[in-house]
């Protein structure tokens, strides 16, 4: 299994360079785009210095806090589509994780504990003791490090179409096959794909996708935006190179199971066929919604399903 791994890691590699230094049109679109996207209407840009670090994050609605965690491959703007209705029924926060956008980029700091306590932080300076927590791809990460170590102050959580690091046997399943955790996580990897950053997304966004052009150009325009960031391609990378970490934390965090109400959302192309039975591993009280006809980019693959399954769950309606 090992020499199999390490194969297609290197085979995947080869190959995703090729494709980003012999392709260029699918980034020219984006390679213009300078000025951040704005929120929603009610909603609004704000910075906070939380655990040593400079966190940016939209805020707005009304009602409870309802705190989302993007993964790798975008930023807040992930949420945009969803941000009018959950507003209506939460306050919601939507940050930049350390490492890539308007958030800082420090040197260190990237295990999901740590970045999971950038986020408790963010919620304590809001005067917010006891959330609700979504979080997808590496945010899922985030969002699981976050309930396990404050798990009094987690009333439900979503966890949303990837895995956690060390939880097996599925982890060593999957990360034998994602060649990309390993290019990643190499120490260079941040400085082989800046500058080049639209055409590393355009090339990367399809390999774990389902439905074609998932997203509209103003996503695009954001999300090349947001790594095009000075030091951003390093600062999100380091999220795969602290994977050994995590995984190291996740054995102990996992020995107390979640009690809160957990929701694993995988879509039908990717993580549902095995995030349910992975969320129950670390947590008792596990809830399945499978996004049907999507793959990883959930929230842009099947918008409607999404959020109806989101509010159900938030709003206590399954």
């Given at each position: 299994?090992?020499?199999?791994?390490?194969?297609?890691?290197?085979?995947?590699?080869?190959?995703?360079?090729?494709?980003?230094?012999?392709?260029?049109?699918?980034?020219?679109?984006?390679?213009?785009?300078?000025?951040?996207?704005?929120?929603?209407?009610?909603?609004?840009?704000?910075y906070a210095n939380v655990n040593g670090v400079k966190i940016h994050y939209v805020i707005?609605?009304?009602?409870?806090?309802?705190?989302?965690?993007?993964?790798?491959?975008?930023?807040?703007?992930?949420?945009?589509?969803?941000?009018?209705?959950?507003?209506?029924?939460?306050?919601?926060?939507?940050p930049d994780l350390r490492g890539v956008g308007e958030s800082a980029k420090p040197a260190g700091g990237y295990d999901k504990k740590t970045m999971a306590k950038d986020m408790h932080e963010l919620m304590k300076k809001l005067g917010y003791s006891n959330i609700n927590l979504a979080g997808h791809d590496i945010g899922l990460m985030v969002a699981y490090a976050y309930a396990a170590q404050f798990p009094d102050e987690v009333k439900k959580l979503a966890?949303?179409?990837?895995?956690?690091?060390?939880?097996?046997?599925?982890?060593?399943?999957?990360?034998?096959?994602?060649?990309?955790?390993?290019?990643?996580?190499?120490?260079?990897?941040?400085?082989?794909?800046?500058?080049?950053v639209g055409l590393f997304l355009t090339s990367f966004w399809p390999l774990v996708g389902y439905v074609k052009n998932p997203f509209s150009v103003a996503e695009k325009n954001e999300f090349v935006r947001a790594y095009s960031v000075p030091g951003a391609t390093t600062g999100a990378f380091h999220w795969f190179g602290a994977f050994p970490q995590d995984a190291k934390d996740n054995v102990e965090l996992m020995k107390t199971k979640l009690k809160m109400p957990l929701l694993a959302m995988g879509s039908q192309h990717f993580a549902a066929p095995f995030l349910a039975e992975h969320s129950k591993l670390v947590a008792i009280n596990v809830q399945e919604s499978i996004i049907k006809g999507s793959g990883h980019w959930v929230v842009q693959e099947n918008t409607p399903q999404v959020q109806k399954d989101l509010l159900d769950f938030f709003l206590g309606h399954k």
């Open positions: 299994m090992k020499k199999t791994g390490k194969f297609l890691f290197v085979i995947g590699a080869i190959y995703f360079l090729l494709i980003m230094f012999t392709t260029s049109a699918n980034a020219r679109f984006a390679s213009t785009a300078v000025k951040a996207a704005n929120p929603p209407a009610g909603f609004k840009h704000q707005g609605g009304k009602g409870a806090p309802l705190l989302l965690v993007h993964g790798f491959g975008q930023n807040w703007f992930m949420w945009n589509r969803l941000l009018p209705e959950l507003s209506k029924h939460f306050t919601v926060i939507a966890l949303m179409d990837a895995l956690l690091p060390g939880v097996e046997p599925v982890w060593s399943q999957v990360k034998a096959g994602a060649w990309w955790f390993g290019f990643f996580g190499m120490p260079n990897s941040g400085e082989i794909v800046s500058g080049k």
